[in-house]
């Protein structure tokens, strides 16, 4: 009996041994653990470690998210933290959907701190989620181990599309449509010319005989007058002559 209890102890120490390195391993969170947005915002991602009591050193974040809907457009590290921009710990591929951020601690941490705050684009729509990639480490004093933790789903609708002004215009009354329009007959153009050429032509006329071409009356006048005499005197000295030829006879 007592050697079957001193087994069970033993077991259930070991198991406990055994677990305590996955209890103690650091995880990452991000929040909010859900996005809703449209095509063409932004949105904010905050990434935070907790090493759950372990004093980690230095923190190697990675995230991956699909690049045909999403976009980094920056990364904000949080306060206290050193930023670590050797090749392969610092890069943003939005060609691959893949963002890595490394930073170190001065004096470690042993608590849930936050890392820093990544900045996405909505390019368009569609859902999916933004993970914790397998690169993705922490540094401890002797030691490093993997990092963990659950994804951020999102969902990008399209932007609503505003409705098109109406194009019909105002239709024509029917009443409008079957009224012809009713104009005068126009006179031709000669009739109206003789029409009005003629009193002018017969005033001209009359008044070149009164004033014989002067344009004066009285001028006109003493001009007929002189005619006049010329006449009589012309019928005068027939007439005389006619009666001379008579008298010889």
Do not use: C, H
Request: a positive charge.
């Amino acid at each position: 009996m007592k050697k079957t209890i001193l087994t069970i102890t033993l077991a259930t120490l070991g198991a406990l041994v055994l677990a305590m390195p996955t209890l103690a391993a650091t995880t990452v969170s991000l929040s909010p653990v859900s996005v809703s947005v449209k095509s063409g915002q932004s949105f904010n991602v905050s990434v935070a470690v907790n090493p759950q009591g372990t004093n980690n050193y230095v923190e190697k974040v990675e995230l991956k998210y699909p690049a045909d809907m999403l976009q980094v457009n920056s990364f904000t590290l949080g306060s206290a933290w050193m930023a670590l921009t050797q090749p392969g710990y610092d890069l943003t591929d939005n060609t691959n959907g893949v963002l890595i951020k490394s930073a170190g601690y001065p004096g470690g941490f042993s608590s849930a701190t936050t890392f820093g705050t990544v900045s996405f684009y909505a390019k368009k729509a569609g859902s999916g989620t933004i993970t914790i990639g397998n690169n993705s480490l922490a540094f401890e004093v002797s030691s490093q181990s993997a990092l963990s933790g659950s994804p951020v789903s999102f969902a990008i609708t399209a932007p609503a599309v505003a409705p098109k002004p109406s194009t019909t215009q105002n239709p024509t009354p029917a009443s409008s449509q079957n009224e012809t329009p009713i104009t005068a007959p126009a006179q031709p153009a000669e009739q109206t010319v003789t029409q009005t050429a003629a009193p002018a032509s017969l005033v001209a006329t009359i008044g070149d005989f009164m004033t014989f071409g002067t344009g004066n009356v009285w001028l006109g006048i003493l001009v007929g007058l002189i005619i006049l005499a010329i006449v009589i005197y012309a019928i005068y000295l027939f007439l005389q002559r006619k009666k001379q030829k008579f008298g010889k006879i």
